[in-house]
């Protein structure tokens, strides 16, 4: 495992544990029911993993709970919202029905649980006043690969955003700004991530981002959005 820089153990160790916790809750919705059984939301769950893109729409327009167009570790789907929670209720964890599960902090990845390469923590370093990632200077990743080491690895972070213009997502278009993050790996390279907002709420309705080096890309879109809309 690469040295770990200063100050970064603790966050590591925290990490770990949000791990922990969302390897723990992706059990309560996969649960069988007594008698086994399904419960409804695991029945609803087993028709959205593996989706085709064209489907995703059809499946957001039938299902009644919050809901991401979801690609990540060559996987597509339309995954549910299993739990809200945390600060400003700003963590969700979003699952599919092989308990593949993604956490959202203030609406982008932080951790996921149930892929081949599994990210364990990313930390944004943001001005005190704001938990925004597109407000953040620089960045911290941790991630375990398929064979099962973990890695860290660090990037500073320059964001430029681009005029609002309409998006298409998979229920509804929206004018976002699209918002271009240039993350310079310390060694390893460049990636360009972009994330969609909302330019009034500054809400993140989509995202593409190479979480760590080399990464496979992760990219979403909220079909269904957990907030209160006007």
Known sequence: MPAQPSGFRGRLRAASLHYGVISALTLPM??????????????????????????????????????????????????VMAYQGGENESRTLWQAKDRATLELRNGTPFASAGFDNELLGIDYATPSSTNSPLAATSLSVQWRDAAGQQHVANAHISTHCEPAAPVQLPLITRTLEACHQRADWQQAGTSVNTLWRDPVTKRIWAGDIQP????QRIAWQVARPWWPQN
């Open 30 to 79: 996969t649960a069988c029911t007594q008698g086994g059984g399904t419960t409804p939301m695991t029945n609803t769950l087993s028709m959205l993993w593996g989706s085709s893109s064209s489907a995703m729409a059809d499946y957001a327009q039938q299902v009644p709970y919050a809901s991401l167009a979801l690609t990540m570790d060559g996987n597509q789907a339309l995954v």
């Open 212 to 215: 760590w080096p080399d990464a």
